[in-house]
């Protein structure tokens, strides 16, 4: 028996892609449709709107097609309220649950559009609240709790996929995606300087995740002339970074290897282990800028500038240093939250971290993303960010590039 239900897409709908992702995404799995109405918006400041009929053979192959359209911002049988239903037990969702994307999303509850606080993908939505106080907010399955009320289905929710501007833009355009080494890189970063200006004239936060290339190809004084200058409002990066960039104060090494002239002092090797004892020493990194141990630096910078930044721990760490977490759950938490408030995020060589951070990020979060690696650097602008620029180029290049422009 053949199951079908009406689909509505509404918005810039053509030259965004949305209604050819819709109509491929039905035909690839399977089912058929039947556009009813189609009105074309006449002009760039015009919406289009479609209509259609979507059936399957089964109510089960439907129900998978539509929860892909709805992904991709499609209307599921007109205005009804999201079904709501309360959590089993304590980290155990309704098996019905709707996993989010990162898009800007709405919930239909009691006849009131109520926008998605913390749009973050592969979440849970919980209804918090009732009538005028109500709240839509996401949540990650381990901090849900019995009785959550948990959104179900597809019904009653409205995603707003990335659309293509209306007006020429610059480099952090509608899903540019296109990595190239060949890029002009001097305007490039001219746009991101921009950027970073405008941020900080709004008073709006520019995080930065940080890996231990920085350290090793050169580009640490640059970063922390970054955030001396109030460029960098938050870092987010691992035990690793921080523990080379004290030992490049200590030591003048990084890894065991001196920065300047390359070469391997004796001990060198032990340098690592022996900035993460004097720390510890110390008290911790914010004792240790205190006491005079360590003079400068990212972390030196951070510090004397209230910069908050967060060190998430691995298995690998060695150590760790004592503000490094090493709960998993609670580095997550940390990172969430730095990521929630974040206006611009600058990915710089370090692609686990960077995915960390990124399955966070709202899609409306711009980004950069930066290494000498191609493929890395496509991994992080495929993870979802509508506006994002990638750049395959040495981290110890781009970084002072990016002060001088800025400095200028």
């Known amino acids: 028996m053949t199951a079908s ?36 918006g006449r002009h760039k400041h015009e919406e289009s709107y479609c209509r259609m009929v979507v059936s399957a053979d089964a109510e089960d192959q439907l129900q998978e097609i539509l929860h892909e359209l709805n992904q991709n911002g499609a209307m599921i049988e007109g205005p009804r309220d999201a079904v709501l239903e309360p959590a089993p037990a304590d980290r155990v969702v309704p098996v019905d649950f709707y996993s ?15 926008a998605v606080e913390g749009p973050e993908m592969d979440c849970a939505l919980v209804v918090e609240g009732e009538g005028d106080d109500a709240t839509v907010r996401t949540r990650v399955l381990n901090a849900i709790e019995a ?13 707003e996929p990335p659309e293509r501007p209306r007006s020429r833009g610059s480099s ?53 002339e970054l955030v001396r200058a109030g460029y960098v409002d938050a870092v987010s990066a691992g035990n ?22 390359l070469e391997h002092p004796r001990k060198g090797h032990k340098h690592h282990i022996y ?3 004097e720390i510890g020493r110390a008290g911790g990194i914010e ?16 510090v004397r500038n209230d910069v908050p930044y967060v060190l998430a721990g691995s298995i690998r760490d060695d150590g760790p240093l004592p503000e490094t977490i090493t709960d998993a759950i609670e580095a997550q938490d940390a990172i969430r939250e730095q990521a929630h408030e974040a206006d611009l995020v600058l990915m710089l060589s370090t692609l686990l971290h960077s995915v960390a951070v990124g399955n966070c990020l709202p899609s409306t979060t711009k980004t950069v993303c930066v290494d000498i690696n191609p ?7 495929d993870r979802g960010s509508a506006q994002a620029i990638g750049m395959v180029t040495d981290i110890g290049t781009f970084l002072p590039m990016l002060a001088d422009t800025l400095r200028e």
């Open 375 to 381: 493929a890395t650097v496509t991994q992080l602008l």
């Open 100 to 114: 989010t994307t990162n898009h800007p999303t709405a919930v239909r509850v009691d006849g009131e559009w109520l």
């Open 287 to 302: 004792a240790a800028v205190e006491e005079g141990v360590v003079r400068g630096g990212v972390m030196y910078e951070c």
């Open 275 to 277: 900035t993460i004892s």
């Open 172 to 224: 952090f355009g509608f899903m540019q995606g296109g990595v190239s080494s060949e890029r002009p890189s001097a305007s490039l970063i001219a746009e991101i300087a921009d950027e970073m200006r405008a941020v900080n004239e709004r008073d709006g936060t520019v995080l930065a995740v940080c890996g231990p290339a920085i350290v090793h190809s050169g580009g640490r004084d640059a970063l922390a």
């Open 240 to 261: 690793g970074f921080a523990v080379h960039d004290l030992e490049r104060d200590l030591y003048g090494t990084s890894l065991g290897v001196d920065t300047e002239t």
């Open 5 to 40: 239900r009406r689909v509505e897409l509404e918005g810039h709908i053509i030259d965004s892609g949305t209604m050819g992702r819709c109509f491929g995404a039905v035909m690839d799995m399977g089912g058929e449709f039947d556009v009813e109405a189609f009105e074309v």
């Open 147 to 159: 009785g959550d009320r948990v959104v179900t289905g597809d019904t009653g929710i409205r995603v």
